[in-house]
Nanobody, 124 residues
Framework: QVQLVESGGGLVQAGGSLRLSCAAS????????MGWFRQAPGTDREFVAA???????YFGESVKGRFTISRDNAKSTVYLQMNSLKPEDTAVYFC??????????????????WGQGTQVTVSS
């Protein structure tokens, strides 16, 4: 069992930056593929980024070149660095985890552990 707690959300102006953190409890964090998804009101949950247990990274098209994902296995934490933020990045951001490798880390159905989410609001 893995519990995920996101932090770092808030209000930022367009063009600014935020770094989200997701702290995981439980054992073997280094063996988990970790993902970030986001959901704006009235929309489906959208893939943002993922990092596999081997360190391979994936990004959604809308955030490529602006967001980076990293992990610190010693701290059981995954980070989402968000730069050049736009108003359309406004959403609740969720951290997700799945044990070992998955065939499609950008698909929400691949993950079986989810955090409660953290709100990110980008003002224009």
């Amino acid at each position: 069992q893995v519990q995920l707690v996101e932090s770092g959300g808030g209000l930022v102006q367009a063009g600014g930056s935020l770094r989200l953190s997701c702290a995981a409890s439980g054992r073997s964090f280094s063996s988990y593929t970790m993902g970030w998804f986001r959901q704006a009101p009235g929309t489906d949950r959208e893939f943002v980024a993922a990092i596999t247990w081997r360190g391979f990274t994936y990004f959604g098209e809308s955030v490529k070149g602006r967001f980076t994902i990293s992990r610190d296995n010693a701290k059981s934490t995954v980070y989402l660095q968000m730069n050049s933020l736009k108003p359309e990045d406004t959403a609740v951001y969720f951290c997700a985890a799945v044990y070992l490798a998955v065939t499609a880390p950008m698909k929400r159905g691949e993950y079986n552990y989810w955090g409660q989410g953290t709100q990110v609001t980008v003002s224009s």
